[in-house]
């Protein structure tokens, strides 16, 4: 049962321009949402998180989005470059589930200069 | 301020065999969780302990066990290896037991052969 679905293996964008990440799931009782970026042969890299009581969070050149009655997420990266080229995982976690996060299975990002 | 570190960083295995991982928290963390990612996926979440006590446990088999020591940190004994355990098994701290930001270390890379 894939509660966290990112239907976009990958993703290829120029130098300077907008990524856009997005991220569905199904399960109403998450309520906070979280952004990792990840390296070979590294571990996952925090960059965003949001509450299920807002519905956009930005920090620098990254915003998050959300649409809780879409039960859908966004990561806009803004300029993008070469250096965010890695793995984005999107996560989610309830309350009720401790700290578990529930993680989707990643996009590729390149960013090509 | 050191972050999450865990050892060995590569470790190979015969089927049949024990194996314990470490982790370290971030100082000042209280909460620690164990992930395994195989390739392709998202880690998947096998563990939390906050404070010593375990406070959940994921959808894997009894032969996965943890504990969580004085000091915070934490072990990973997986017991009676299947070739399936081969992955990268990732430790994540966070000030408290909710759900909220996880800081992750580099993972050890199990491979059983």
């Known amino acids: 049962d894939q509660q966290v679905k990112q239907n976009s293996p990958s993703l290829s964008v120029q130098e300077g321009r907008i990524s856009i990440l997005n991220c569905d799931y199904t399960?109403?009782?998450?309520?906070?949402f979280l952004w990792y970026k990840k390296y070979p042969a590294e571990g996952p890299t925090f960059l965003i998180s949001?509450?299920?009581?807002?519905d956009k969070n930005e920090d620098g050149r990254f915003t998050v989005f959300l649409n809780k009655s879409a039960k859908h997420l966004s990561l806009h990266i803004v300029p993008s470059q070469p250096g965010d080229s890695a793995v984005y995982f999107c996560a989610a976690s309830a309350e009720e589930y401790g700290n578990k996060l529930v993680f989707g299975a990643g996009t590729i990002l390149r960013v090509k200069s | 301020d050191a972050g999450v570190t865990q050892s060995p960083t590569h470790l190979i295995k015969t089927r049949g065999q024990q194996v314990t991982l470490r982790c370290s928290p971030i100082?000042?963390?209280?909460?620690v969780s164990w992930y395994q990612q195989v390739l392709g996926q998202g880690p998947q979440f096998i563990f939390q302990y906050y404070e010593k006590e375990e406070r959940g446990r994921g959808n894997f088999p009894d032969r996965f066990s943890a504990r969580q020591f004085p000091n915070y940190s934490s072990e990973l004994n997986v017991n009676a290896l299947l070739l399936g355990d081969s992955a990268l098994y990732l430790c994540?701290?966070?000030?408290?037991?909710?759900?909220?930001?996880?800081?992750f270390g580099p993972g050890t890379r199990l491979t059983v052969t």
């Open positions: 100082s000042g963390h209280k909460s």
């Open positions: 949001i509450s299920s009581i807002k």
């Open positions: 399960n109403s009782m998450f309520d906070y």
């Open positions: 994540a701290s966070s000030t408290t037991g909710g759900p909220y930001e996880q800081y």
